[in-house]
């Protein structure tokens, strides 16, 4: 099937591409980009008018749950999320049950993803057996297998010295590790951010220092055995500012926040208890958040991720102390940041392409997607004048736990195309 798109306003920092064009798209690839272009025969126009063209977007941190707890989300209602979100690509965490530590569990989500038939599923596998922190994994089985990277996200890594082994061995791939820093002597019966929030509230703080001596460690680590090392979703001032220390020395470091972090702190969390500000790491302090803001506006900041973690009804609607970490985004991330970041001037539209596609494709190691002849057709459309209402039903996960249930937001994805294949048509997922 062949689509032209007529008269979007493509922007793409790879090339300097920023101006309004006409792109063809036929079989997997871009054949044409260009003004007036003719329709060839059989080939579907869309008019992208007032629409912003760009490379597909990318979460590289999302938890679909399959397999092991398909009650909160699978592979097909994953990709039907990431698809009505505007995504091309997805990395899912390997906190599955059994958690994807072989090849057959790399190569099991790869076959899902591809049944399901609508975004790119790639698995990210565990550093270490069952994410235990005690003997690697098979990491070169699933890199043969078709894995991304490496993490043991839901946990970090334990001990410095198994880190350093799953480092060691990483690098002897093109892979980076990442990293969920969290040192769990300090972080142990946590729920909201240790300091003025666990005493307002009365409950158990997870201190920031749990995050930052991790990330300090894991960038030693990193100067130690040359290893790639990506940090996740990380989520205060001096955490970053150890990461800005690395970048400066030249080593290979590299990390991600999510929304939640960026709008969200907290000052959030009020006597209602919405445990859906519930998440791991947790919110933190107002200048915490807006220190990552200007991580993402200077570069410091690498990639935006959403951490999609589904959780059902029962698990969130309980007592703070008891609910499950975590908030869906999959479906509000690029709204969110069109319409705080990207509506106000904070970053530019070129900006937003580097952290939500460029970026982590470089750290997975996937191919670069171009808008150019004879790129691959991954490509996301987005309608940057289209406000939407953040309700349960909105979603297409199969999970409601959104931190943002309520918001009204200005900008959303229109179209998909997933190797020329139309996947999101005017908001509505294919299928
Ligand atoms: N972020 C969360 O709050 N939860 C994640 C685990 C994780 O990302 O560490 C999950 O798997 O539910
Ligand atoms: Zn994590
Ligand atoms: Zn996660």
Redesign the pocket.
């Known amino acids: 099937m062949a689509f032209l798109l007529k008269g979007a306003h493509a922007v793409d920092p790879q090339i300097g591409l920023d101006e309004v064009v006409d792109v063809l798209l036929d079989g997997k690839e871009i054949v044409e980009v260009g003004h007036g272009l003719e329709a060839p025969e059989g080939a579907e126009v869309i008019d992208a008018a007032g629409k912003y063209l760009v490379p597909g977007l990318v979460d590289m ?1 999302v ?1 679909f749950r399959d397999p092991g707890f398909e009650y909160k989300e699978t592979i097909e209602t994953g990709s039907r999320a990431a698809t009505h979100g505007g995504f091309t690509d997805v990395a899912t ?1 390997p ?1 599955t049950d059994p958690v994807t530590d072989t090849g057959t569990g790399v190569r099991y989500q790869i076959d899902r993803g591809r049944a399901a038939g609508l975004c790119h599923i790639r698995p990210i596998g565990a550093l270490t057996r069952g994410e235990k922190g005690e003997a690697l994994a098979e990491i070169g089985d699933m890199v043969l297998e078709g894995a991304c990277a490496f993490s043991d ?3 970090g890594v334990q001990g410095a010295g198994m880190m350093r082994t799953c480092m060691g061995y990483v690098s002897q791939f093109d892979r980076v590790a990442i990293a ?1 820093c969290e040192d769990e002597s300090l972080t142990a019966h946590g729920v909201i951010n240790e300091g003025k929030a666990s005493t307002r509230l009365g409950m158990f703080g997870w201190p920031a220092l749990g995050e930052e001596l991790e990330i300090y460690r894991d960038i030693e680590l990193c100067r130690l055995t040359g290893c790639p090392l990506h940090i ?2 990380i989520s205060t001032e001096k955490g970053l500012n150890l990461v800005r220390a690395a970048k400066a020395e030249g080593l290979p470091v590299t990390c991600e926040v999510t929304p939640h972090h960026l709008f969200l702190n907290e000052d959030d969390i009020d006597s209602t208890y919405n445990t859906n500000l519930k ?2 790491p947790p919110l933190r302090l107002k200048s915490d958040m807006l220190a990552l803001r200007k991580g993402i506006v200077d570069g410091s900041i690498d990639c935006l991720v959403t ?1 999609h ?1 589904p ?1 059902a009804q029962h698990e969130k609607d309980c007592e703070w102390e008891i609910a ?4 869906i985004g999959l479906e509000t991330s690029l709204p969110l940041m069109l319409t705080n970041m990207v509506r106000t001037g904070e970053i530019g539209w070129n900006r937003l392409v580097e952290v939500m596609a460029v970026n982590p494709r470089r750290v997975l190691r996937l191919a670069d997607v171009k808008i150019e002849k004879g790129s691959k057709a991954d490509l996301t459309l987005i309608d940057p004048e289209k406000e939407i209402t953040v309700t349960e039903d909105y979603f297409e996960s199969k999970s409601k736990n959104s931190a943002f249930l309520g918001e009204t937001l200005m900008g959303v994805a229109s179209d998909v195309f997933v190797d020329g294949k139309r996947t999101l048509a005017n908001g509505v997922v294919a299928q």
Do not use: E, L, P, R
């Not at 499950?324 to 908030?327: K, L, N, V």
């Open positions: 941190h938890h965490m906190n996200d839901g946990h969920h996740a979703h998440m791991n951490d973690a959780h499950f970490f975590g908030t």
